[in-house]
């Protein structure tokens, strides 16, 4: 229990009110924690950059890559504003949603039609104020509207999160953080900071960071 | 009783939306002289009284037009339903003039003066030159609005010496009357009132002399109230057919202008905008805007009006806009909620996410837009659904007994779900998703739905590739025994 209790006050979005005069500036504690403490101990201000693009890039769907932003997200859809999902690539399914403690009725799902139409979908979800964190699956998206995105973030107050191909790591990008997904496992995902404000490049892994306990392997009897 | 007299002068050109759109001068015409015109035929030196010929040789381009007098009863009609937003006496003093009894109004708009600006300001917005005039009597505030005199008479006892200066051309003269009084020497109000009352009345006719009884508050002056129709519908007629998308935007912005007034009066708001653009050759093209709850705010309902015109295209040339409003919905006055009391007190005071919608809905389509509920069923593509945002359906109560009933834990369902599973091939009885697929977790068994046809018996597992994604895969459990994949542990 107590373990439990030091572990989570090792969270740098916790503020203890014996932390008298607190050592972080102004700024860090709007940073958003992930939630992953290996990840926001590396991370500068202990968490996401607020109001700027994030990306994360992965290579196929099921890396890992949302069950990485889950707490954050949980987080942020509990504080009032909305999580805007932009163009998914898929049905992003309420069940699991919920069991991670997003409030689905903060979560805007939007299914423009056409690329154009989404990326103008985003930037008025980034820019209008009204949403915490935006997400979007841009097919191709070139450095110029990036560049407006990022401009739109920071007129809303808002993260914007980016999930891209791996190949996207070769081009430039006005991303305030960018993280590469490696080879994930139910017990280990190794993450690559490719880019980030205020720190050099670096890689981490989270160990048990799905955060659900492993289960006891067992063979699976298969039906004839 | 104080009585405030909006005089239009130029209301033969302002009833038509686009009159002073464009740099052409145009000119509006009644047996055979120039009644009004426009800013632009101003500048070409274009007088009232004019013959439309010397007109047209002051000005190469000009539109020429004749009077339409049923335009300008409709417009003043639009304008005195618009005027019931600031009082609740308002009439109709034809052909250009609006009498509004402004005494009742004063206490609420915080004195004449901010009530004075507000209403010019408004009439500003809806492309009118305007001039008023307020005196304790209709007719004697017609009178000071005629002759443009701006300070406002406000006793009884002010309105002799207020009146006696007017010039006499401010009372509608037919000729015989002006040759009779320039005769008389009578330049101002005060000369003829000077007149022994028996000769006045022989020489000017009882009209004149009565029209100045009622000024001065001598003899009765009723004035119908102007009752504005049951359901909100307004309009406006082109000189020329639009075919520019922009330019709709002025006259469609003055119709909500008008409409969000008549809201006001009403104490209602509307979801739904009903704009019809007539065509010149074709049917009228219906244009809709929508909002997420009722509103009566010009300004909102303008910025949703610029951004719903990117969209729209236009093959022919418009000549009218008409106005309906949909349903009225009462306005409720809101409560400052207490945090103490709030039910759940988890959420911050959420903020205002009602403009964002309205965009992305406007531009993408309503059906576009959506937000995730659950739904407590076992199956699981239909243990969700998409409802519209706001709409309050969201249940929090499948998720707990879900919970509670199963032991679980919430991390078997994958974020992703494939909108139909998407069957796999096998290679020696193990299903193949790039590479051959590893059982992580499972089975979970999920029999569900034979009372209403969906019936479905599989074997659900969480599986991995050799690539290093996290599938959820199931096994049907009848027929053919096939492999499917239905989801994606993202």
């Known amino acids: ?224 | 009783m104080l009585w405030l007299c909006i005089y239009l002068p130029h209301l033969p050109v302002e009833s038509f939306g686009d009159a002073e759109t464009g740099d052409r001068p145009l000119i509006i015409s009644e047996a055979g002289a120039v009644i009004d015109c426009n800013r632009q035929a101003c500048r070409h030196g274009i007088k009232i009284g004019m013959t439309p010929s010397a007109a047209h040789a002051l000005a190469e381009d000009l539109r020429h037009h004749p009077r339409v007098i049923q335009n300008e009863q409709k417009r003043l009609e639009q304008l005195a339903t618009w005027a019931g937003q600031f009082t609740a006496r308002v009439s109709l003093d034809p052909p250009s003039g609006l009498l509004l009894e402004i005494g009742g109004s004063l206490r609420y708009f915080q004195g004449l003066e901010p009530l004075r600006q507000k209403i010019h300001q408004g009439l500003h917005r809806l492309g009118h030159r305007v001039m008023m005039g307020i005196a304790p009597t209709p007719t004697a505030a017609g009178l000071m609005a005629r002759s443009g005199r701006q300070t406002p008479v406000m006793q009884r006892s002010e309105l002799n010496h207020a009146l006696a200066s007017l010039p006499v051309d401010v009372l509608a003269l037919d000729a015989k009357q002006s040759t009779a009084l320039q005769g008389l020497g009578c330049h101002c109000i005060g000369d003829i009132r000077a007149l022994p009352t028996a000769g006045a009345l022989r020489r000017l006719g009882k009209a004149l002399i009565h029209t100045l009884q009622k000024a001065h508050g001598e003899r009765p002056d009723p004035r119908a109230d102007w009752t504005p129709p049951a359901q909100f519908r307004s309009e406006m007629e082109f000189l020329e057919p639009i075919t520019d998308v922009q330019q709709l935007y002025p006259g469609m912005a003055q119709l909500i202008e008008g409409l969000c007034a008549d809201l006001r009066r009403r104490d209602a708001g509307v979801m739904r905008l009903r704009f019809t653009l007539a065509q010149q050759s074709s049917e009228a093209l219906p244009f809709t805007l929508g909002l997420l709850r009722p509103g009566r705010d010009a300004a909102h309902m303008r910025l949703l009006l610029e951004r719903r015109l990117e969209r729209l295209s236009i093959k022919d040339g418009i000549t009218g806009i008409t106005l309906q409003a949909g349903r009225l919905y009462a306005m409720q006055g809101s409560n400052n909620r207490l945090d103490l009391i709030t039910e759940d007190a988890v959420h911050e005071p959420s903020i205002a996410w009602e403009p964002l919608v309205e965009t992305l809905d406007n531009r993408l389509g309503s059906d576009r837009v959506k937000t995730l509920a659950l739904c407590a069923e076992h199956r699981p593509e239909r243990a969700w659904q998409y409802i519209r945002p706001g709409s309050g359906q969201h249940q929090k109560a499948p998720l707990s007994s879900h919970q509670n009933r199963h032991t679980r834990t919430p991390a078997d369902r994958p974020f992703w779900l494939l909108p139909q599973p998407q069957q796999l091939n096998c290679q020696q009885g193990q299903p193949v998703y790039n590479g051959a697929l590893v059982l992580e977790n499972g089975p979970e068994r999920i029999e569900s739905g034979w009372w209403d046809g969906g019936d479905i018996a599989r074997d659900y597992y969480q599986a991995r590739n050799s690539q290093g994604q996290r599938l959820w895969v199931f096994r049907e459990r009848r027929g053919e025994r096939s492999w499917y994949l239905h989801g994606i542990f993202a």
């Open chain 1, 1 to 224: 229990m107590q373990q439990a209790i030091d572990q989570l006050l090792e969270q740098p979005g916790i503020w203890r009110a014996t932390d008298q005069g607190g050592t972080r500036d102004h700024a860090s504690e709007r940073h958003i924690p992930t939630g992953f403490s290996a990840l926001d101990s590396v991370l500068p201000g202990g968490g996401l950059p607020p109001a700027a693009l994030t990306e994360i890039l992965h290579g196929r769907h099921g890396m890992g890559e949302l069950q990485l932003l889950m707490p954050a997200l949980a987080r942020l859809s509990r504080g009032g504003r909305w999580i805007a999902m932009v163009a998914p690539p898929f049905l992003p399914y309420a069940p699991a949603l919920a069991a991670q403690g997003l409030d689905l009725s903060r979560v805007l799902t939007v299914h423009p039609g056409e690329a154009s139409q989404s990326l103008w979908a985003v930037e008025q979800a980034l820019r209008s104020g009204t949403c915490a964190a935006v997400l979007l699956w841009p097919r191709q998206c070139d450095e110029r509207s990036l560049r407006r995105l990022q401009l739109a973030a920071e007129a809303g107050d808002s993260l914007g999160l980016l999930f891209r191909e791996q190949t996207a790591a070769q081009q430039r990008s006005p991303a305030a953080l960018r993280l590469m997904l490696e080879d994930s496992s139910r017990e280990r995902l190794n993450v690559r900071i490719l880019k980030c404000r205020g720190t050099p490049a670096g890689s981490i892994s989270l160990d048990h960071w799905a955060g659900s306990p492993v289960r006891q392997q067992q063979a699976l009897p298969l039906e004839p």
